[in-house]
């Protein structure tokens, strides 16, 4: 008996494992996340621009935006509003890690830095 629960479990572990992510839906489109330091930032995507509004601090930024897979991206600084940090003109490669029913959490790293956040998005409808 235990050893029949043991299989179970280990064939459900598997199978949740192999399942892929599908981030076809998340390449365009408008999101929101929040910030403790920038409260809300509306993320508007096209298929070449990563727009971020914050209107908490009255800030706007164009970001380009190149899918290198199904689920990973790199945004760069176009133009707008740039951050005063010495990283604003590094790329930042992202990952979609995880996909629910209206929301996306993305892991994103500042190239060249061992900088890396997560940070959740809540798809909105369009």
């Given at each position: ?26 390449k ?12 809300v ?17 009255d ?68």
């Amino acid at each position: 008996m235990k050893l029949t629960i043991l299989i179970i479990l280990h064939s459900v572990t598997m199978n949740s494992c192999a399942q892929k992510t599908d981030c076809s839906e998340l390449k365009t489109g408008t999101f929101t996340t929040q910030t403790e330091s920038n409260g809300v930032i509306t993320v508007t995507r096209t298929e070449t621009q990563s727009i971020e509004d914050i209107p908490a601090i009255d800030k706007k930024m164009v970001n380009s935006i190149h899918w290198t897979s199904d689920c990973s991206f790199t945004i760069e600084y176009e133009s707008g509003d740039k951050p005063p940090t010495p990283t604003a003109d590094l790329p930042i490669d992202c990952e979609i890690i995880e996909v629910g029913e209206d929301y996306h959490i993305v892991r994103s790293q500042i190239r060249g830095t061992e900088i890396q956040f997560d940070y959740l998005m809540e798809n909105k409808k369009n």
